[in-house]
């Protein structure tokens, strides 16, 4: 079945890049997503990106989408302490009604 | 401000009771879904809703209910079959299943059983 795999932590200082990666394992995605969820609280959509673009970049996020690999990753230039927060990746096919999470990586941000 | 609400926030339930988690959205969106959290687990989905009075279950819907009689709602059931019960629950919608729009959350409801 479809599957959506991502490291559990991740830790960087402040002003620091971070690279959050994912991969995934259905070649008919279309959609890919990346969510960030605060403490207690629900999930934002940050950025999402087609399956037909291999870049796409929105302020501090770029990103990057490797579709031979099945890769994916969220690159947050100048990272804050108030970036800290757990980041989901998702995707979804055309057609059909399924969302696939990841299981999130959990970003600390040390000052 | 449109949005989703879920109530309540927190709730604890004793074994062997049944509790309902209420879903509401006033974003005039057709599919609705409710998912649980668990660490380390990622979002598991539970069941889900593409239009009024129809709904299907999804991965993990043993021990669960839904009903969806208005568009705007869809309250979660949390039944005393459900082994587990304790995580945290989110509710989400988006205008049309399958076209691969943005999927919005509510602010989750934590379930701890006693």
């Known amino acids: 079945g479809e599957d959506v795999e991502q490291s559990l932590f991740l830790s960087v200082r402040e002003g620091d890049s971070s690279v959050i990666n994912c991969t995934y394992t259905d070649s008919s995605s279309t959609y890919l997503y990346w969510y960030k969820q605060e403490p207690g609280a629900g999930l934002q959509l940050l950025t999402y990106i087609f399956s037909n673009m291999d870049m796409k970049q929105d302020q501090r996020l770029t990103v990057l989408l490797n579709k031979k690999d099945k890769h994916l990753s969220l690159r947050i230039a100048d990272t804050q302490t108030g970036d800290s927060a757990i980041y989901f990746c998702a995707e979804s096919t055309e057609g059909t009604y399924k969302y696939i999470f990841g299981t999130g990586t959990r970003l600390k941000v040390l000052a | 401000d449109g949005g989703i609400t879920q109530s309540p926030k927190y709730l604890f339930r004793k074994e062997g009771q049944n509790v309902t988690l209420s879903c509401e959205q006033n974003?005039?969106?057709?599919?609705m879904y409710w998912y649980r959290q668990d660490p380390g687990q990622g979002l598991r989905l539970i069941y889900y809703?593409?239009?009024?009075?129809?709904?299907q279950k999804g991965d993990i819907a043993e021990g669960y209910s839904v009903s969806r009689e208005k568009k705007e709602s869809f309250p979660l059931t949390v039944t005393s079959a459900q082994k587990n019960p304790t995580a945290f629950y989110l509710c989400?919608?988006?205008?049309?299943?399958?076209?691969?729009?943005?999927?919005?959350f509510g602010e989750g409801s934590r379930l701890t059983v006693l």
């Open positions: 809703s593409q239009i009024v009075n129809d709904f």
């Open positions: 989400a919608s988006t205008k049309t299943a399958g076209r691969g729009g943005e999927l919005f």
């Open positions: 974003l005039n969106h057709d599919a």
